[in-house]
């Protein structure tokens, strides 16, 4: 019953996005951002080398744009259309309503990812072009895409309008993003392999590298999942708090 809801409220959230003009937008300031940021801001003509960094290496900063933007449409526009009471009081599992608005955006992502990724077909006539270094970087920016998404669903659930929703899910973006306790260990003192795995373990930029450069381990894969699954976790409480 649940998966059944899941994908009901998928279908209906993700078609939504397919049809409306907020979702046609962000598609093309997605892939105007992409590829001007490979382009220009990475040099990619200049640079491109075999797994495409200069593209990839830009998607952690268009997402901190790009994933707010996409989340006001969760919660905020729910109750300033007035349909979010008659969505709670269906006979549908709170998880199963997150998790299906959860995945519509995520797919909507990775439509829009495969769009323009295609940009290392053209690479491959430059440059030999590495296809486990490209894949690992989709697999990264995927993962990414989902962690942010996730998020930014839990903290905009308070938000009553679009501007508070999109304010707090950037803010929690760019908190996620910026941690980095292998510095604050080393601006306090301490020393330790302890600290420095524990530092790595938490630091968002070390996952990501870590995939750019097909270095990546099981721990960077659960970093991602586990922002993932905490997130929706919360934002599934929070909902059923929020019913009461």
Not at 71 to 92: D, H, M, Y
């Amino acid at each position: 019953m649940t998966g059944s809801a899941i994908l009901t409220i998928f279908k209906k959230e993700f078609i939504g996005l397919l049809r409306s003009p907020f979702g046609w937008i962000m598609a093309c300031v997605y892939a105007l951002l992409s590829l001007s940021a490979a382009f220009y801001g990475g040099n990619y003509l200049g640079t491109c080398v075999e797994g495409n960094t200069p593209f990839f290496q830009t998607q952690p900063e268009i997402l901190l744009l790009a994933v707010p933007a996409l989340a006001v449409t969760f919660w905020a526009n729910e109750k300033r259309r007035g349909t979010f009471e008659f969505l709670i009081s269906q006979p549908v599992a709170f998880s199963a309503i997150v998790i299906g608005k959860f995945l519509s955006a995520w797919s909507f992502y990775v439509l829009l990812l495969f769009l323009v990724s295609g940009l290392w077909i053209s690479a491959s006539f430059l440059v030999p072009v590495s296809t486990s270094l490209v894949a690992a970087g989709i697999v990264g920016c995927i993962l990414t895409a989902g962690a942010f998404i996730a998020l930014a669903s839990a903290v905009s659930f308070p938000a009553s309008g679009t501007v508070s929703a999109f304010i707090l899910s950037l803010v929690a973006c760019i908190v996620v993003k910026m941690i980095n306790f292998e510095w604050l260990w080393k601006l306090s003192n301490v020393s330790g392999e302890i600290f420095m795995r524990s530092g790595q373990a938490l630091n968002f930029d070390y996952h990501f590298q870590n995939f750019m450069t097909g270095r990546l381990s099981a721990g960077d894969i659960v970093y991602f999942l586990g922002i993932i699954a905490f997130s929706l976790w919360f934002n599934t409480a929070a909902l059923a708090v929020g019913r009461r």
